[in-house]
């Protein structure tokens, strides 16, 4: 089910991502080159905030250690074995709204 994060105005620009709460959980949201992706914000590694990270050649990278995560796929760029969960993502009448 599609559940309200944010208005469209509150997304990052292009190259940066996000965080956003929804209940108990936070998701990043990341611009890449113009395309919004949404996946969970815990880095696998050890917990970092994937959303206070920024996007450099279409992956997030984590602002903790640098491992990278691509927003689309969820998978890492050092191993596609290891991913991180995404959510599909919308925009409707100015409201983000991300399926959880
Ligand atoms: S916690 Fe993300 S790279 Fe270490």
New binding site residues.
């Given amino acids: 089910m599609f559940v309200r994060i944010a208005s469209q105005s509150e997304l990052p620009p292009a190259g940066e991502a996000k965080e956003f709460s929804q209940g108990d959980q936070v998701i990043c949201v990341a611009n890449v080159n113009g395309t919004i992706a949404a996946m969970d914000n815990v ?1 696998l ?4 905030p ?1 959303g206070q990270g920024l996007v450099e050649r279409n992956k997030v990278v ?1 602002p ?4 990278q995560w691509d927003p689309k796929t969820g998978k890492a760029g050092h191993s596609s074995e290891v991913s991180v969960a995404v959510y599909p993502i919308k925009i409707e009448n100015g409201d983000v709204l991300v399926d959880i």
């Fill in positions: 880095c590694h050890m917990g970092g994937l984590c903790w250690h640098g491992w």
